[in-house]
């Protein structure tokens, strides 16, 4: 049974930094194009970082820069390092996984349940 | 980015009755190497991770029962529910994968009447 659970949110400061973790399980890690997408209150899905098999990144225009994604295939563990947080990072992040295995085609057949991430003073 | 605009934002239906969603990309989805149309509905249920229902617009994921169907091409899509049942009360949403920057539906939320 693949499961995806996500951990390391929190309440952190603007200008804080936080790292969130996603613990998957289930399937052949490596093989996976993995995705970190979120959800701020009252508003729609947004797509946040992605990074493919081969460890190449990328990242939304709101957050490129401070936010980076990256995965640790003996630890089958994907991470997202967020910097210089703002108010409006504030949002539940989910991973999610990839349905075909070393394909780019980004439709989701597994979510996490999600990380709470708030950015206050 | 391509923006998707779904509709209707809820929808209160009787048992048995069928559920239509409409899902509107401001760009084309046939997009890419594959020659489908690049988009997922999903199903979300209150403390439940989402669940794939359909990709390339109108294949029906593993396991998901024969009452849920896809439809349309290009920019215009649309989700059906036939017979809806008990279960089916969640929030539906369209995701387009063309490229790399995904975007998402803003959800219709389906309940009983």
């Known amino acids: 049974e693949v499961v995806l659970v996500e951990s390391g949110g929190g309440l952190v400061q603007p200008g804080g930094s936080l790292r969130l973790s996603c613990s998957a399980s289930?399937?052949?890690?490596?093989?996976?194009?993995m995705h970190w997408v979120r959800q701020g209150p009252g508003k729609k899905l947004e797509w946040v970082s992605r990074?493919?098999?081969?460890?190449?990144?990328i990242h939304a225009d709101s957050v490129k820069g401070r936010f980076t994604v990256s995965r640790d295939n003996a630890r089958n563990t994907l991470y997202l390092q967020m910097s210089s947080l703002r108010a409006e990072d504030t949002a539940v992040y989910y991973c999610?996984?990839?349905?075909?295995?070393?394909?780019?085609?980004?439709?989701?057949?597994?979510w996490g349940q999600g990380t709470p991430v708030i950015v206050s003073s | 980015d391509i923006v998707m605009t779904q509709s209707p934002d809820s929808l209160a239906l009787s048992l048995g009755e069928r559920a239509t969603i409409k899902c509107k990309s401001s760009q084309s989805l046939l997009c890419g190497s594959h020659n489908g149309n690049h988009l997922a509905w999903f199903q979300h249920k209150p403390g439940q991770p989402r669940k794939l229902l359909i990709y390339w617009a109108s294949t029906r994921h593993s396991g998901v029962p024969d009452r849920f169907s896809g439809s349309g091409s290009g920019s215009d899509f649309t989700l059906t529910i036939n017979s809806l049942q008990a279960e089916d009360v969640a929030v539906y949403f369209c995701q387009q994968y063309c490229g790399d920057r995904l975007t998402f539906g803003g959800g219709t939320r389906v309940e009983i009447k």
């Open positions: 990074i493919n098999s081969d460890g190449i990144t």
């Open positions: 289930g399937f052949t890690f490596s093989a996976y194009w």
């Open positions: 999610a996984k990839v349905a075909e295995a070393y394909t780019s085609w980004a439709y989701f057949d597994h």
